[in-house]
């Protein structure tokens, strides 16, 4: 939170530190030339500047210690009619999203200043994939049990759950599941209730009230305009990217809807750097939902042009089916899963061709069945790092990476190790680490228990690849490092170590003891 003007403060602060470093090399310099000679033809002993130095600890592995953080819990008034925020502290793990610590602080709230979540005994998180946050939306998975609540206090919770993860900066709208699949807001789990965002200003029975117009709405076949995630296929096969985006149902049923959410993924993204699906509905032959073994399931059945569509807009099978399992089971209520058929074909299996560690091999869907569960590991969020241009500027490019990396150090350094990605927003950009740096140079990612400067401990091995770096490379390395880290949530500075000390610089050209600030002038700026 504040994040807009701790980047306004860090950039004031970073020209402080420039300067300071510029200054004192001056003074050393200048010195060194005024030294006067003794008798013996040697400099005479004089008072000389102090180096450079920093209190904190060269980290030696990536384990920050917890914060006391003050939060706020969006709850029921004591009078039941608003929600009212409630502010706790909890102790958060510094690069960790920490929802499901919050979620779970207002689950189990007890105290005085508001009433409890309605049939609060009933609210856990399910086991399974509890939270996922990407690009800004969260979507938290309750437990079933969550289906004892009444419609009207499952929304209250809703929306308590809402309001309470869109007070982080991260977090701009929210959906709910229970058991993996979206309940709805009515009885008979026609009626989805959508991506929802803060609402803090209406009282529960406006909120109730909203609720229900929905209901009557899509009972009566009217227009149902409703905020939705759509996730897209990435760059490069390694997943799906999401965005919300509010869309109007003309019609009620789950094969109507599904329809317009097939329309809405063949338009391009307009907030992520991913593929919009080929023109789909133009290759369905037919869309019902089925009751298999109880359950509720969607079946999409696609011509045989579909694999050579996908073909020709740079999209996998994979990519397609983790598309489509996520956009339809987050908005659809009732659906526990797809089929997918091919001409007359099935898919009873998927090879997935490329993605991060942990990506499967293979798939198999038990009966030609798709499931949500199976497709967490395709679940992506943006990340921006900064990588020098042909100019020795810094251009910010963004990148799909796991949405539970994205606040991850080590893993932002490793991927700045990497380089220039083809699947990235800004393609092709220099390299700003050595050839020879990887991901074993990295010793140790911490922030202190107070303060917001990232300390970064590397190998000597890191430090002998720096040296044949020139000058604007060297600035590069240690800027694309820096812009991007402070990037993260309560980072300001980054303090830099080898072998757990602090060297006096990694190439030759720039003093690397102290802490650095972001730069903002070495930022490439469009003509």
């Keep these: 939170m504040g994040n807009q003007s701790r980047k306004a403060r860090a950039y004031g602060r970073d020209q402080i530190i420039v300067m300071k470093h510029s200054f004192l090399r001056g003074l050393c310099l200048l010195a060194a030339l005024l030294l006067p000679l003794n008798a013996f033809g040697e400099t005479a002993a004089v008072t000389t500047l102090p180096p450079i130095e920093v209190t904190y600890t060269a980290p030696d592995s990536d384990n920050s210690r917890p914060r006391s953080t003050p939060v706020l819990l969006y709850l029921p008034s004591l009078d039941g009619t608003a ?16 929802l499901e610590t919050v979620l779970e602080a207002l689950f189990d709230y007890g105290g ?90 209406d009282d529960l029975a406006t909120v109730w009230a909203r609720a229900e117009s929905q209901r009557s709405t899509a009972a009566g ?27 109007v149902f003309s019609a009620s049923t789950l094969p109507q809807m599904a329809r317009v959410l097939l329309d809405a993924l063949y338009e391009a993204p307009r907030e992520i750097h991913a593929l919009p699906l080929p023109n789909l509905n133009s290759f369905l032959n037919g869309c019902s939902v089925l009751d298999i073994a109880g359950e509720r399931i969607l079946s999409l059945r696609f011509s045989n042009k579909v694999p050579d569509a996908l073909r020709q807009s740079g999209i996998t099978l994979t990519g397609l089916c983790a598309s489509l399992m996520y956009t339809l089971t987050t908005f659809l209520p009732g659906l526990a899963g797809i089929q997918v058929y091919i001409g007359e074909q099935a898919l009873t299996s998927l090879t997935p061709e490329a993605g991060y560690p942990g990506f499967p091999t293979s798939i198999s869907l038990s009966g030609g069945i798709l499931r949500r569960t199976q497709f967490s590991f395709a679940l992506l969020g943006e990340c921006t790092l900064y990588l020098p241009g042909p100019d020795g500027t810094l251009y910010p490019t963004r990148r799909a990476i796991p949405w539970y990396e994205t606040r991850s150090p080590r893993f932002l350094l490793e991927q700045l190790m990497l380089g220039s990605c083809s699947y990235d927003s800004v393609y092709p950009l220099r390299a700003p680490f050595p050839r020879e740096a990887s991901s074993g140079d990295i010793l140790g990612c911490a922030l202190p228990l107070r303060g917001q400067c990232l300390l970064v401990n590397l190998s000597s091995s890191f ?31 980054v303090c830099f170590f080898i072998g757990g000390e602090q060297v006096d610089t990694f190439g030759g050209a720039i003093v690397t003891r102290g802490t650095f600030l972001r730069n903002v002038n070495i930022l490439h700026t469009a003509p």
């Design 83 to 98: 929600f009212t925020a409630v502010e706790t502290s909890l102790s958060l793990q510094p690069f960790r999203w920490n």
């Design 112 to 201: 005085s200043l508001a009433r409890p979540l309605p049939d609060s005994e009933y609210l856990a998180l399910n086991t399974l994939n509890p939270v996922e946050a990407a690009n800004g939306i969260a979507t938290v998975n309750l437990a079933a049990s969550a289906m004892n609540l009444s419609h009207e206090d499952l929304y209250t919770v809703f929306q308590s759950i809402a309001n309470t993860l869109c007070q982080f900066e991260e977090i701009s709208s929210v959906n709910l599941l229970i058991g993996g699949i979206q309940p709805g807001i009515d009885v008979a789990s026609q009626t989805p209730a959508g991506t929802l965002g803060s609402n803090v200003q």
């Design 221 to 247: 076949g009217k227009k149902l305009s409703l905020n939705t995630t759509l996730y897209y296929p990435s760059y490069g096969g390694l997943g799906v990217l999401c965005e919300t985006r509010s869309l």
């Design 463 to 493: 430090l002998k690849s720096c040296q044949g770096l020139d000058p604007q490379q060297e600035k590069a390395l240690i800027y694309s490092a820096v812009n991007t880290l402070t990037g993260l949530e309560n980072v300001n500075e």
